[in-house]
């Protein structure tokens, strides 16, 4: 999915002045990659998170940059509240670019009625794909999964035509096994990991840490 993001050029730095961009409604970006040199740019609040809502990771952006881009990384507050910084990268239609997307679970185990629980061991994967087939999710059915069993990447509903997932082609990404003894309370899921793919800040960004 692609959507439209309108930027405008950024002329002050730092984190007093990032402070009052953000207050206006805007928020403080980086645009690199192919080669060019990095901009400095703002984008609208209330544009990124419309975005970010729409699962969209491709964005065309308008205004003083254009062509496409991908949502490299996006800095959030500790809270996980506030977007603090987006960095922005560089792509074309050529381009093969790896990028990590969410995996969903569809369907009910039969293997919850044979007294099993569904674990889910991987929530997050990296794939390498063409910008134009960047997938918002990718989906596992668990209609067959039964008390014992296991779903590997084989398994994966949507794998984009073209795309490929980097790992081990064996690795467990859901598995129905007897509940512990310990109950609900042994069961606690780790906690989520951070929706960053990695960054390349400019010269002047690692001056204006935020």
């Not at 990032?18 to 206006?24: I, K």
């Not at 080669?35 to 952006?61: N, Q, W």
């Not at 922005?88 to 969410?102: F, M, P, Q």
């Not at 999710?137 to 008390?147: E, M, V």
Request: aromatic share 2%; glycine share 10%.
């Amino acid at each position: 999915m692609s959507e439209v993001l309108e930027v405008t050029k950024r002329e002050l730095f730092g984190k007093l002045n990032n402070g009052r961009l953000r207050r206006s409604g805007r928020l403080p970006a980086v645009l690199y990659g192919h080669g060019e040199k990095s901009l400095s740019l703002t984008v609208s609040v209330d544009g990124l998170l419309a975005t970010i809502r729409h699962g969209a990771k491709l964005v065309e952006l308008k205004g003083d940059a254009k062509g496409q881009a991908l949502l490299h990384e996006i800095q959030w507050d500790i809270f996980q509240q506030h977007v603090l910084h987006i960095d922005l990268l560089r792509v074309d239609a050529s381009d093969r670019v790896k990028i990590e997307v969410d995996l969903l679970l569809r369907g009910e185990a039969p293997g919850e009625h044979e007294g099993g629980v569904v674990d889910h061991i991987v929530h997050r994967l990296e794939i390498e794909t063409d910008p134009a087939h960047i997938p918002d999710h990718l989906h596992l059915s668990i209609n067959h999964l039964h008390l014992g069993g296991v779903l590997k990447l084989k398994d994966i509903l949507d794998l984009p035509v073209g795309a490929k997932v980097l790992g081990d082609a064996d690795m467990v990404l859901v598995q129905c096994i007897e509940p512990s003894e310990g109950g609900e309370e042994a069961a606690i899921a780790d906690g989520a990991e951070p929706e960053v793919i990695g960054r390349k800040p400019s010269d002047e960004e690692a001056e204006e840490e935020s």
